[in-house]
């Protein structure tokens, strides 16, 4: 059938394959309430400037309540031949009203209609998303709180390096979570401002009031340009960017907690509420969600290059290759949102083990720095050859199969006649992280006061 709302330049209706490839309305129809959000400020401010009659817009902010509950409880019937969300809500509001709701449309385009909606969308979904990553960083506050002093092996390259403990450990993803959130807070204030009014691509003759709808929306003031109004999605690609960096975050995270679990490691244990087993070798227990969190993160950064490359190259102003705007969106947004979920469930859930972190710091002689600083500071040793004095010492260490702590003073003596028994009392792994006071180091005590400092930053 001719298509009722420009079926006047039309003789025919579009064929079965061109409305496949058109149509939108199974996925933008999440835009339901900002589409009618968007319409009833419009609605309202085109009355308030004796554009419409009152009486037309009363009918209009009626009847779009109708089609509000309608969809809320389900009875809406989304029609693909309206294509989108936009037309298949204004199909409807005529149905239910008549007349009044063809002047709806006056001083309006989709092209204006569809950015406002998915900038009111995306600005939800990072609020919400602001509310996912704070959940996550207070179970990780509350792990390292309990952990303030438990001492675990730190890593460069993988490899045993310096102890620190967990509490400072969990506190770093603590930071990036944080970066994350500021990150969602930029994205929030620069999407603020609203486009309703650009029309389709050079705004209108009509006395509209731009800043009237764009506070009834609850934006900071109207855009600029009318051309860059409808054609920018910097909105959804920050959502995107700011989407990737934390599922990075996260799959970081997942990727520690997949090692932690290994039998090798064994730094925690994750109960039955976040393990499967194998249907072949009864005694595992795989950490699954953990390995799916870490893998997820390549759908959201997917959907940012994708969105990237559906943009790049197109000329002013709107083309109907931004409506392959959405989906990439709302799959990061879904997927994001289940990632956080797990990676705080796992965070809560799991029961780290003290005594299998100190059996693995023992082995890699983390304190060989504490060691090779002391030379430096008691027998003025310059650090080069400190270095040099305590690599041959770690050597025989390795020899004799023993920790730094362990190996007798007289075979110390035997590489440098001038250490003293009093070295011992920097090579227990205690004293090493104890000795990290400096402001963001490892020391428990500085430790303690982050998690103060955390709760108060960021809860
Ligand atoms: N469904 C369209 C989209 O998502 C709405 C805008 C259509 N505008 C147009 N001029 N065809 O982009």
């Not at 709701?101 to 969308?121: E, I, M």
């Not at 009509?206 to 054609?231: E, H, K, M, Q």
């Not at 197109?314 to 290759?321: C, G, I, W």
């Amino acid at each position: 059938a001719v298509n009722e709302l420009w079926g006047g330049r039309f003789s025919r209706g579009p064929s079965e394959i061109m409305e496949r490839i058109n149509v939108s309305i199974g996925f933008d129809k999440k835009l339901w309430a900002q589409d009618i959000a968007g319409s009833k400020a419009h609605a309202t401010m085109l009355a308030a400037q004796g554009i419409i009659t009152q009486d037309d817009a009363d009918a209009i902010l009626k009847g779009l309540d109708q089609v509000a509950e309608e969809i809320r409880d389900g009875r809406f019937v989304f029609k693909t031949e309206h294509e989108d969300i936009h037309m298949n809500v204004e199909s409807r509001l005529k149905e239910l009203i008549g007349e009044p709701a063809g002047r709806l449309h006056t001083a309006r385009s989709r092209n204006d209609q569809v950015a406002t909606d998915f900038k009111l969308w995306v600005r939800g979904a990072l609020q919400r998303l602001d509310g996912d990553m704070k959940a996550l960083q207070a179970a990780l506050i509350e792990q390292a709180e309990r952990h303030v002093d438990t001492i675990m092996p730190g890593f460069t390259h993988l490899q045993t390096a310096q102890p620190v403990t967990f509490g400072h450990h969990l506190l770093a993803y603590v930071e990036m979570l944080g970066r994350d959130r500021a990150r969602v807070r930029d994205a929030i204030a620069r999407l603020n401002e609203c486009p309703l009014g650009s029309a389709a691509l050079a705004g209108t003759p009509y006395p509209i009031d731009r800043a009237a709808t764009a506070a009834a929306l609850g934006f900071d003031r109207p855009t600029a340009n009318s051309l860059d109004a409808v054609s920018d999605r910097d909105f959804a690609l920050d959502y995107l960017a700011t989407a990737s960096i934390c599922a990075m975050h996260l799959s970081r995270l997942a990727e520690e907690i997949v090692l932690w679990c290994t039998t090798q490691f064994r730094f925690i244990r994750l109960s039955d509420a976040f393990t499967s087993g194998s249907s072949i070798m009864p005694q595992k227990k795989n950490p699954d969600a953990a390995e799916l969190v870490r893998a997820k993160c390549g759908r959201v950064i997917g959907a940012l290059s994708g969105l990237l490359v559906v943009m790049k190259g197109l000329p002013l102003a709107y083309s109907k290759d931004m409506q392959e705007d959405k989906e990439p969106v709302f799959e990061a947004d879904d997927t994001l949102a289940l990632c956080l979920a797990a990676t705080t469930g796992m965070i809560q859930d799991m029961t780290p083990d003290p005594a299998a972190m100190r059996r693995a710091v023992e082995a890699g002689f983390p304190t060989a720095t504490d060691l090779a600083d002391w030379l430096v500071r008691r027998l003025g040793l310059p650090f080069r050859e400190a270095h040099h004095v305590t690599g041959r010492i770690v050597r025989l260490a390795e020899e004799r199969a023993c920790g730094l702590s362990d190996v007798p003073l007289d075979v110390m003596r035997g590489v440098d006649a001038r250490i003293t028994e009093e070295v011992y009392a920097v090579l227990s792994l205690e004293a090493s992280v104890a000795s990290r006071t400096s402001f963001g180091g490892t020391a428990p005590e500085r430790v303690r006061a982050a998690v103060a400092a955390a709760r108060e930053r960021f809860l």
